[in-house]
């Protein structure tokens, strides 16, 4: 939290800092500065919400028919967003006109989500509206204003910018425009201080509500099995929306957060999954369960898994890993109690029985995909619309882990030959421990984190 307010504090002295000095004209925040928005990437990355699922910059959208203003992030988990933030701010002396612009922008951007939401069935859907405001705290700010001569009354008549913010924002919650709201202030000097004009609308607050809804909205989203497609096809039935979430680009900054976030969850998850190859309680099916969707920490070649699991007649594949060519690799899970090696007659270590037998298993997988392979290629284009290429495609045994070996037995060194031994005899087939797969996944994440720090020193 201190890494937002730090930013929020330091915002106008550094937007005037970067102004010409001789010059007079007015200015007001035309979006979030870097420095705000990597700080509170990080703190939504801290507090438990997944890198993958923010958009920051100009594809942080959300569904409006009139499309009248912009989010700077957004949260969105397989396509149905769950929370967006828009950025806006006050200051320099202009402070009438670039006031009515704000609320009149605010107004409208909240009114066209509400409005793409408004039918029963996105009713439980609504993501939470956040709105961060910056005020510059001059002496014009804090400064009375004269009530209009048209003889209706407005929200704030007769109180300061500052005290009138107050009052439309609050209001803009009672409307049910915005879920939350951070309205803070601060000078543009370098002893600036950073101030909270209305208790409920603080930074703390703020964060901690908007976490606390997208938490609440992916969970509804997983009860009631709501997809990127039948999302689209509820917005359909509302409105004419063609394209709800365009691709998705990143600020330099805010890439860089996420970027930066993800590389720590993935070191923290590797470290689970040792813990959990080293328990004596797990077996196959928990380190099948706890790899579901980390195709990543098999290699930067594959590009995802197969939409089904059961490509080919009489066989289950486990992960079946789709390469940037579309051909197949079948990765074959078992279990990290499985035992790697043995010594017949005490003599030279060989795999075990329980290696062989995995390996079988993935040459059946294998000479399918190549017998049947060709038919089964035009049958899924045409009536799945799954275009892979089972021509030539290979498979991985992830098996044991060798420090689960009896030390009497084997060393790590002993076991890591042995294998190596085993794999330069195959074609097609790999055979890995569990700790090979995590050891080169732990080295892909320090080299990427290496280049990333080289290339902010230059």
Sequence with gaps: MDAIREAARDYFHQRRSA?????SQPYTVRGPGDRLCTALVEELVTRGVDPAWIRVGRNATLPGAYRLGRWHLSVVKDGVPLGAITFKGLGGPALGNNYTNRISELTSVAFDVRREYASQELASLQPHLG???ILEDSERANRPIQRSGEGYSAIGDGLSYKERLAEVFSQFKKDGLYDGICYVTSRADESATLQEPHSGMSITAFVGGFVEKVFHLAEVQGTTGVTSLTFGEMLARRSDIQDV????TSTPAGLLAAESAVIRRRR?????????AMSEETNETIMHKALS???WIFGGQYIGVAARRDLMNLHQHDIPLISADRSLNIIELKGPEAPLVGRPRQNHLILSSAVNQAVG???NYLRTLDEMGAALGTLHRNDLNLDYDYRRARATVVIGYPERTAADLATREQVDQTIRTYNAHLSR???LTYADL???AERALAFEEDSRLGSEEA
């Design 293 to 295: 969707g980390q195709h």
């Design 361 to 363: 298993q993935c040459m």
């Design 131 to 133: 709105l961060f405001f």
């Design 245 to 248: 979430l365009a691709g998705l």
């Design 268 to 276: 923290t998850l590797i470290q689970e999954l040792r813990a959990l």
């Design 19 to 23: 102004m010409d000095p001789r010059s």
């Design 438 to 440: 995590l050891d080169t």
């Design 429 to 431: 087939i790999q055979v």
